[in-house]
């Protein structure tokens, strides 16, 4: 991921991570890069920023779902990712935004994604927009 390092030096406050393959370079299993906790991990131990996918409206992340919108949002945060960038175009809608929300809070409830996971992502976005975050035990 030499690419992101000119501008995580540059302390940009997000980067976006598209869809490539990185099999055998950084993901073992043959993910997309947007999808893969390896990559994902990879990027964030040199970055605090917000962590955003590539558009998940794109064909080739979609026909890797079966457009099983809700399963890719699933494992975009669970890959590590801060927000999914979601067009709302070709097989993107308004329906399908909602049945990723949903399947994402299935997944909270069912301990696939953690509470603290999805907090975290939210301190880096408000950092990112100014507010100040207040921690509550």
């Known amino acids: 991921l030499s690419y992101f390092n000119d501008s995580i030096a540059h302390h940009v406050g ?3 991570v598209g869809h490539p393959i990185v099999n055998g370079v950084l993901d073992s299993h043959g993910k ?3 999808v893969s906790p390896e990559v994902i991990n990879h990027l964030r131990a040199s970055f605090s920023g917000i ?9 080739g992340i979609r026909l890797s779902y079966l ?4 399963k890719l949002y699933v494992d975009a945060v669970r890959a ?3 927000v999914i960038l979601d067009t709302g175009r070709l097989f993107s809608s308004p329906r399908g935004v909602s049945r990723g929300i ?4 299935q997944a909270v409830q069912r301990g696939e994604i953690t509470q603290q996971q999805i ?4 301190q880096r976005i ?11 035990p």
Do not use: R, W
């Open 67 to 70: 457009f099983n919108g809700g």
């Open 32 to 34: 997309q890069a947007s």
């Open 80 to 82: 590590g990712n801060d």
């Open 126 to 136: 408000l950092t990112a927009k100014g507010y100040t975050v207040v921690h509550h």
């Open 102 to 105: 949903g399947a994402l809070k």
């Open 51 to 59: 962590i955003i996918t590539d558009s998940i409206g794109m064909l």
């Open 119 to 122: 907090d975290a992502s939210v």
């Open 14 to 16: 997000a980067v976006m």
